[in-house]
């Protein structure tokens, strides 16, 4: 079962599949020419960021999430990076009967919010993925941890690389109803992770209380999910677009994250005092 991780990096042991996956035809990465990046405003994160969820199953304090953001010390071709590292882990009697060890890397180009590198090493239960994909952005082709090359759409985003490049977007002209489609690798397949925007809203979780602007991932409903919009997520309305809850209603229980602390933000949050 595929990993929700679609504007959350993080959700643990939710699945989403929306019927739409893609193979991508294998290549001959050498054969391949250049056909050159792209700029993006990059109003929303920066190094320095780091941000903590707390993770719920039903009434269970199930986990903790953390991401962070760092300067990459290494750069691809000449161009600057940044280096970001997701971990989440299973915590109290959770941690007893399910126990969950994951660890997320990407480097993401600073000017085009593209991946570069993506390393996923995940324990869940005793189910462990180990994943090592390497993306030639400017010949739109990644290889992975196999050496296999694969052609990709323009600036394909990885799993955790898609939720930053998801905050750098313009919401402010977008109306209810309306569609974001990015596409992203997820174990070696290429998908169009869907979001419904779904207007504004406020929001209190433990780090406080802010003005949000809520999605729902377009998921499919019947397997894990009952009706299609039972995973929904909200991001600050402001520039920096910081994931403060996400909820999904599970075929049994649910699953919530909330913000629990954060720092090193890009600008100041929509926080009501």
Not at 85 to 102: A, E, I, N, P
Request: aromatic share 12%.
């Amino acid at each position: 079962m595929k990993q929700i991780i679609i504007i959350f990096a993080l959700i643990l042991s939710v699945g989403f599949a929306n019927g739409q996956t893609n193979k991508p035809p294998k290549v001959n990465i050498n054969n391949l020419p250049s056909l050159g990046y792209r700029s993006v405003v990059n109003n929303a994160f920066r190094a320095g960021e780091k941000v903590t969820y707390r993770i719920h199953y039903g009434m269970i304090n199930a986990g903790e999430a953390t991401i962070s953001v760092e300067d990459s010390k290494y750069n691809f071709g000449g161009r600057q990076a940044y280096h970001i590292v997701g971990t989440g882990k299973s915590l109290g009697s959770f941690d007893w009967f399910f126990k969950v060890r994951d660890h997320y890397e990407t480097y993401i180009d600073k000017e085009g919010i593209f991946p570069y590198r993506f390393i996923r090493h995940t324990d869940e239960g005793g189910y462990k993925i180990n994943q090592d994909y390497t993306f030639h952005q400017d010949k739109r082709a990644y290889v992975d941890e196999k050496k296999n090359a694969y052609a990709t759409p323009d600036f394909v985003q990885d799993m955790i690389s898609a939720y930053f490049y998801s905050r750098t977007l313009d919401y402010s002209g977008k109306k209810k109803g309306d569609i974001i489609t990015i596409m992203t690798v997820v174990d070696g397949e290429v998908f169009p992770l869907k979001m419904k925007y779904l207007g504004k809203e406020t929001i209190k979780v433990d780090a406080g209380t802010f003005n949000c602007i809520r999605f729902a991932p377009v998921v499919q409903k019947g397997r894990v999910f009952k009706k299609e919009e039972d995973l929904s997520v909200w991001v600050t309305d402001d520039m920096n677009h910081l994931p403060i809850l996400a909820q999904a209603k599970l075929m049994v229980g649910s699953v919530k994250i909330e913000l629990k602390q954060y720092e090193g933000v890009a600008s100041t949050l929509a926080r009501v005092k």
